[in-house]
C-alpha cells in the first residue's frame, strides 16, 4: 500500500499507475506538439497560453512552493500568498504540503540514504525515478507541522485539483484542442523536467562556489530555464536566503522579482545573507576542502601500502596456490591503480566522492586479504 505518513491512501499498483500516467501523458503531448511544430499546425494564441501558464507554473514553484512556503523566505499580505500557492498548484507537481515535506526531507538528508532523489542513485533516480517510489514521501505533520496547520495553504491543499483543471479548461475554452496541447500537457512537461533538473542535474554537472555536505552544483543554464532555482550550491549553502543568485553574472529572475516586490512593499522580512555569514561559509569551506585534500593524500598512501602487503603476501603462497588467486589478484590491484589514478588527477574532491572510494578501497583490500588467507590454510 502506498502511505503518507501513517495514512494508507491507495494500493502500490494504483499509485505507480498513475505515475507513469502522469510522466507519459507530457511526454507524448510534447512529441505531438513538435510534430504539429514542424508540419507549421501552431497558432499564436498557443503560444501565448504556454508562455503565461508555463511563467506563472516556474514562478509558483520557485517563489510559492520553494522560498515562500518551504524556506519562509519572506511574509507578505494573504492574497500575494495565495496567489503564489495557486500558481504552484498549476505547475501539477503536486499538493503544496507534500511538496514542502519532500523538499524539506531532501536538505535533512542531502545526497544520503534518506535523500528522496539522491544523485548517488544515479542521474536517472535523481530526475524523476525518485517518483515510482512511496518510501519518498513522508507525511507534511512530521517534516512541515506548522504549515499543516495552515488555513490558506490547506486551502490550497484541499482544492489542488480545481486549479489544475481550471487552468487546462481555460486553455481549451482559449485556444481549443491545440491551447490545450501547448498551454496545458507541454507546459506540464516542461515544468516538471526543469524543476527535475535541479534534483539531478544541479547535483551532478556545474560549478560549486560554496563547500557543502552534498553533490549540489551551480548550474548556469538550468538556472535561466528554473528562474534562478539553477544556483544549486549558492541555495544549499544558505537555504533561507530568498536570492539564490549571489554574484553579478549568476541571474535570478526570481530573485529579481522578490526585490521588486519588496521595495513596493508588498512583501517584508526577506531573508538575505550578511557579508559575515557570507565570509564565514567561505572559511568553512576552505577548511573542509583542506580536510578532505588530507583524506585524499591518506587514501593515495594506504592504497601504495596495500598494494605493498598484497603482493608480499602474495609472494608467500605456493605457486599452485598463486595460480588459482592470479585472476582476482590483478583485478583488486588494477582497481586499487585506477581508484589511485583518478585520486592524483582531482585537484579537489567532493565529501560523497571520498566516502565512496574510502568504503571501496577498505573492501577491496579486506576481500582480497581474505580470499589469501583462505587460500593459505586450505
Not at 522578490?258 to 568553512?284: F, N, S, Y
Not at 589511485?340 to 582480497?368: F, G, H, S, W
Request: glycine share 6%; proline share 3%; hydrophobic share 45%.
Amino acid at each position: 500500500m502506498f502511505r503518507i505518513g501513517h495514512y494508507v491512501t491507495m494500493t502500490d499498483l494504483s499509485y505507480k499507475t498513475i505515475m507513469v500516467t502522469y510522466v507519459i501523458i507530457p511526454f507524448i503531448a510534447a512529441v505531438a506538439a513538435i510534430i504539429l511544430l514542424w508540419n507549421s499546425y501552431i497558432f499564436a494564441v498557443d503560444l501565448y497560453l504556454l508562455l503565461i501558464f508555463q511563467t506563472l507554473s516556474v514562478l509558483g514553484i520557485t517563489i510559492g512552493y520553494h522560498r515562500m512556503l518551504t524556506h519562509d523566505g519572506f511574509k507578505t499580505f494573504w492574497p500575494i500568498r495565495a496567489f503564489f500557492t495557486m500558481c504552484g498548484c498549476l505547475a501539477l507537481e503536486g499538493k503544496p504540503l507534500e511538496w514542502v515535506a519532500t523538499h524539506i526531507k531532501h536538505h535533512a538528508h542531502s545526497d544520503m540514504e534518506d535523500d528522496p532523489h539522491s544523485p548517488l542513485e544515479g542521474i536517472w533516480h535523481a530526475h524523476m525515478g525518485w517518483l515510482f517510489s512511496q518510501d519518498n514521501f513522508e507525511d507534511p505533520k512530521i517534516y512541515c507541522p506548522d504549515l499543516a496547520k495552515d488555513k490558506l495553504v490547506n486551502f490550497f491543499q484541499n482544492t489542488y485539483f480545481v486549479w489544475v483543471l481550471g487552468s487546462f479548461a481555460i486553455c481549451y475554452v482559449v485556444g481549443g484542442w491545440t491551447g490545450l496541447l501547448w498551454g496545458g500537457f507541454v507546459r506540464v512537461f516542461l515544468t516538471t523536467h526543469i524543476t527535475w533538473s535541479v534534483n539531478s542535474i544541479c547535483h551532478t554537472f556545474g560549478a560549486r562556489d560554496f563547500e557543502t555536505t552534498d553533490e549540489s552544483r551551480n548550474n548556469w543554464i538550468v538556472g535561466l530555464l528554473a528562474f534562478g532555482e539553477g544556483w544549486h550550491n549558492n541555495h544549499h549553502a544558505f537555504p533561507r536566503n530568498a536570492f539564490h543568485g549571489m554574484r553579478w553574472y549568476q541571474f535570478d529572475l526570481s530573485g529579481v522579482i522578490i526585490k521588486l516586490m519588496e521595495k513596493t512593499r508588498l512583501i517584508w522580512k526577506v531573508q538575505r545573507v550578511g557579508q559575515p555569514l557570507l565570509d564565514a561559509q567561505r572559511i568553512k569551506s576552505k577548511t573542509m576542502q583542506e580536510k578532505l585534500s588530507d583524506l585524499r593524500l591518506d587514501l593515495i598512501a594506504r592504497i601504495d601500502d596495500a598494494r605493498e602487503e598484497l603482493i608480499a603476501m602474495q609472494k608467500k603462497l605456493p605457486p599452485q596456490q598463486v595460480a588459482k588467486l592470479r585472476y582476482a589478484q590483478e583485478s583488486t590491484l588494477k582497481r586499487l591503480a585506477e581508484i589511485q589514478l583518478y585520486l592524483d588527477k582531482r585537484k579537489t574532491i567532493r565529501k560523497a566522492a571520498m566516502v565512496r572510494r574510502q568504503n571501496e578501497v577498505a573492501l577491496l583490500i579486506t576481500t582480497a586479504k581474505a580470499k589469501m588467507q583462505g587460500t593459505a590454510h586450505a
